[in-house]
Each structure stands twice: as C-alpha cells, then as structure tokens.
C-alpha cells in the first residue's frame, strides 16, 4: 500500500545498494581518496532518494562518511566489501537522518484537516452532526486519502 520505513524498505534499497556497489567498488584495484569515496557515497545516497520519492535522506557529513568508513572498513590493504559498504551506509544513514514532505503530510492530514474541518462546522452548522461522529469520520477519511495518495 503506502511506503514506510523497516523492513519493506530493506528489500527495497538491498538490490540498489548492490548495484551502487558494484558500479562504484567493484574494481579491487582502484585507489580511492577521500573526496571520490565522498562522491560516490552521495550518489548512492540520491540513488536513494529517487527510488524512494517522498523519503528523503540527507547527505552525509564528511566527519560521519569517515568514522563509519574506519569502523566498519577492517581490512585497510584490501579493497571494501559489499557487507562493509552496506554497513557504512547504515551508519550514515541513521546518523545523518531522514527528512522529506512525508511526516508533514502525516500530520496536517491527520491533526490539521479535522481541526480545520471541526472549526469550519462549528462557524456554518454547529448542530447539524455531532462532534463525537464527525471527527472521527474526517479523520478517517484523511486517512482513506493517504493511503489512496500512498503517504502511508
């Protein structure tokens, strides 16, 4: 139905980090300086954003990229594997966190509509519905429209 952030997500992202990982890493023999291993974290961090749509991930910090690079990349001679590549991105992920118009929608439909819909009846026909029945029913339907819209 809509999109959300666990395990479904995991699925999705597994197969575009491996792609991101075999376009950019797969070479054992290239050297990388810090600025190409930047660049090519911050491809596969947009390569991210776009298959995702509306969950958004920052960029990294360069401070960050190179902690989770140091911690996670073990064998400093050899060049970095899928697990320790898919790893690096967790950290940075989770530390650089998630931004984007969904937890806005989120809340303006769930919180916003129904408060703005309450005073709207309370001003053109306070008595026509109850309280008790009409809140619940707007709520529900902004509900129904998230997850018609798949913000949900």
Same mark, same amino acid.
């Given at each position: 139905?809509?999109?959300?952030?666990?395990?479904?997500?995991?699925?999705?992202?597994?197969?575009?980090?491996?792609?991101? !990982?075999?376009? !950019?890493?797969?070479?054992?023999?290239?050297?990388?300086?810090?600025?190409?291993?930047?660049?090519?974290?911050?491809? $596969?961090?947009?390569?991210?954003?776009?298959?995702?749509?509306?969950?958004?991930?920052?960029?990294?910090? @360069? @401070?960050?990229?190179?902690?989770? !690079?140091?911690?996670?990349?073990?064998?400093?001679?050899? @060049?970095?594997?899928?697990?320790?590549?898919?790893?690096?991105?967790?950290?940075?992920?989770?530390?650089?966190?998630? $931004?984007?118009?969904?937890?806005?929608?989120?809340?303006?439909?769930?919180?916003?509509?129904?408060?703005? $819909?309450?005073?709207?009846?309370?001003?053109?026909?306070?008595?026509?519905?109850?309280?008790?029945?009409?809140?619940?029913?707007?709520?529900?339907?902004?509900?129904?429209?998230?997850?018609?819209?798949?913000?949900?």
């Amino acid at each position: 139905m809509g999109q959300t952030f666990g395990k479904e997500e995991n699925k999705d992202i597994g197969p575009l980090v491996g792609k991101c !990982y075999d376009k !950019y890493f797969a070479d054992p023999n290239k050297k990388w300086n810090s600025a190409e291993f930047y660049h090519a974290v911050c491809e $596969t961090v947009e390569e991210m954003n776009k298959m995702l749509g509306s969950t958004q991930f920052h960029v990294p910090k @360069s @401070s960050t990229l190179e902690q989770a !690079y140091n911690k996670h990349h073990k064998g400093k001679e050899k @060049s970095l594997s899928k697990d320790e590549f898919q790893k690096i991105l967790q950290d940075i992920i989770l530390d650089s966190g998630v $931004t984007g118009m969904g937890i806005k929608d989120i809340l303006l439909f769930i919180f916003g509509i129904p408060v703005i $819909t309450t005073f709207i009846k309370q001003r053109a026909a306070p008595n026509a519905v109850p309280n008790d029945v009409f809140i619940p029913a707007v709520t529900s339907a902004s509900v129904f429209l998230l997850a018609k819209l798949n913000k949900i």
